[in-house]
């Protein structure tokens, strides 16, 4: 039986605390050696922070993202740790010594990427009471966006917002939102990938494709349709 502390269990501070040291894993030093391969094998240094940062977008935001409904009780703790990751990844544009295998002088989009992980962990439980609708909008702006910027370098070698990459992020967001909150999940699906292909400065669509899924979420929420 887990030992509780003010409502927050052993076991899902145990849990937190590995979901962390994995991120800081993925961020610090799987990523950095995988810099060094793709610098090796003649990726320019664009190129290959662009495929880093959509690593990382899959392999922490995703993958905690999964973990996140089966293993709390409430958002506090991934919205903490999210806000700490936040102020970890901002830290080096402040000091100026940035993780250059992947953060960009010219923006602080990983930043904006770990407040609205937490954020729409913390919206999706205090809007609909079910953390498993979490997994909608930090699967499209972690799996999906991440699948969109990998087919994008892939064919045109740059940052593009080319509506290649929004097809291949709908063929992930579109089943991914339909199992997960049924016919008002693929329709985020749609409206997400759709949505990712503009830019609306000074907002990034780590922030408008999460916020795109939680709205039409919400609004199926308000309807009252079957799948809520």
């Known amino acids: 039986m887990a030992v509780c502390v003010d409502d927050v269990s052993v076991n899902e501070l145990a849990i937190a605390g590995i979901l962390f040291v994995w991120v800081v894993f993925v961020v610090t030093l799987l990523t950095k050696k995988l810099y060094d391969l793709m610098k090796a094998r003649g990726l320019p240094h664009n190129i290959a922070i662009y495929y880093n940062r959509k690593v990382i977008h899959a392999l922490t935001g995703g993958v905690v993202a999964i973990v996140v409904p089966f293993a709390f009780s409430s958002p506090w703790l991934p919205f903490g740790f999210a806000m700490l990751l936040a102020i970890f990844t901002y830290l080096p544009h402040r000091t100026g010594r940035l993780f250059h295998w992947f953060q960009d002088p ?47 370098n892939l064919l045109y070698r740059r940052r593009t917002k080319a ?21 008002w999940g693929g329709l985020a699906g749609v409206v997400s990938s759709v949505i990712e292909h503009f830019e609306f400065k000074p907002l990034d669509d780590n922030i408008t494709v999460p916020l795109s899924a939680l709205l039409v979420l919400l609004a199926g929420r308000a309807l009252s349709l079957p799948a809520f």
């Open 106 to 152: 010219e923006n602080i989009y990983e930043v904006h990427f770990c407040i609205m992980w937490g954020f729409s962990v913390l919206a999706s439980w205090l809007l609909f009471g079910d953390m498993k609708f979490a997994i909608v909008p930090t699967a499209f702006m972690s799996f999906g966006d991440g699948i969109t910027g990998v087919v994008r």
């Open 163 to 183: 509506w290649a990459g929004n097809l291949a992020m709908a063929l992930v967001c579109v089943p991914t939102g339909y199992a997960i909150a049924g016919v």
